[in-house]
């Protein structure tokens, strides 16, 4: 009885990696080889930071997290976490298999909570910053975090249609008469995560580039949690102006006619997918050709269509070794 079993479970086994190898199957190239990197097909648990409303955004990431699972052989969970430091902090110390995010923790403090919140008498040591961001060190971790962190690789970012990246702006209600940063003076601002390229850190390079000091020009300073809920709570009332990012631009098919982009900052790289490399010796070269190459396979194409209709993501590009693998 034990020899059937065992036989069962080797068919299984086999089984599986048919049906990955044949699921990612390029239709124009010659296939995707992709080395199993589980015994038993584990389960892979994939972080990310909801910049996006969070059941909108399972939803939109479930095609690729499918994708990657049926190639992989292996289920892939999301989980949404709290905020960046967090999805960091994680993925070093071994709850996270995969991230998507560029370690950050080299130049900015954690501030604590990315739900809204009066930071008005919170000091932002960081809220004009030089005109270059904080560099990103692949793998140096922060003072906070384990001292034996684990070692993590970038191994590709996404791509939207400007190869240049997507850009964040500074938004108003169309009907505010605000058409300058100079006239938030005053005034409820709203960024989105104290570690956000589009919802913090480029912002506050505008402002110090146009002489502002965000801590002396708005009257408060709150963090709506992520893009839709600043844009909400903008429409509400509740804010007079917020940072995101024109990935929203995405979801509405264009900007709401009842908002106004009063700046506009330098293109942004999207963060790239890191993975942990002590999972597998393969795993880090796998993940990179399922996601690289995905354009070449059926499913793959249709999966990168619904990223770009949801989030305007066209593809999944190799790192650029000028801008420090990002």
């Not at 004009?128 to 970012?157: E, F, G, H």
Request: charged content about 20%; hydrophobic content about 45%; glycine content about 6%.
């Amino acid at each position: 009885m034990s020899s059937i079993k065992a036989t069962g479970y080797i068919l299984v086994c086999i089984l599986l990696f048919v049906v990955a190898a044949v699921v990612c199957r390029p239709v124009n190239s010659s296939d995707i080889v992709i080395t199993p990197v589980f015994a038993g097909g584990r389960p892979l648990n994939f972080g990310v930071f909801p910049f996006r409303e969070r059941t909108a955004l399972l939803v939109a990431l479930k095609p690729l997290t499918d994708y990657m699972s049926r190639c992989l052989a292996a289920p892939i969970h999301v989980r949404l976490v709290f905020d960046y430091y967090e999805l960091e902090s994680l993925i070093r110390r071994g709850d996270l298999d995969l991230a998507w995010c560029a370690p950050r923790f080299g130049g900015s403090d954690f501030i604590g909570s990315t739900t809204e919140h009066n930071a008005s008498s919170r000091k932002l040591d960081s809220v004009s910053p030089s005109a270059s961001p904080p560099p990103y060190p692949w793998n140096t971790a922060d003072s906070r975090m384990s001292a034996t962190a684990r070692p993590l690789s970038p191994v590709c970012r996404p791509e939207s249609s400007d190869p240049n990246g997507y850009h964040g702006l500074i938004l108003v209600r169309a009907d505010s008469g605000i058409f300058s940063l100079a006239e938030l003076k005053d005034h409820i601002f709203a960024y989105v995560d104290r570690n956000s390229n589009s919802g913090f850190i480029q912002p506050n390079i505008l402002m110090h580039e146009a002489g502002i000091n965000p801590l002396q020009h708005f009257r408060q300073i709150r963090f709506a949690g992520n893009y839709d809920s600043a844009i909400e709570k903008l429409l509400s009332g509740n804010l007079d102006a917020a940072a995101v990012s024109d990935i929203v631009l995405h979801k509405t098919h264009g900007l709401d006619a009842r908002l106004r982009v009063i700046a506009t900052t330098a293109a942004i790289l999207p963060d790239p997918i890191l993975v942990a490399t002590d999972i597998s010796p393969d795993f880090a070269a796998s993940v990179a050709t399922i996601l690289i190459e995905a354009a070449s396979t059926t499913e793959g194409a249709a999966m990168l269509a619904s990223l770009s209709a949801s989030l305007g993501i066209h593809r999944f590009v190799p790192l650029r070794p000028e801008t420090g693998g990002k």
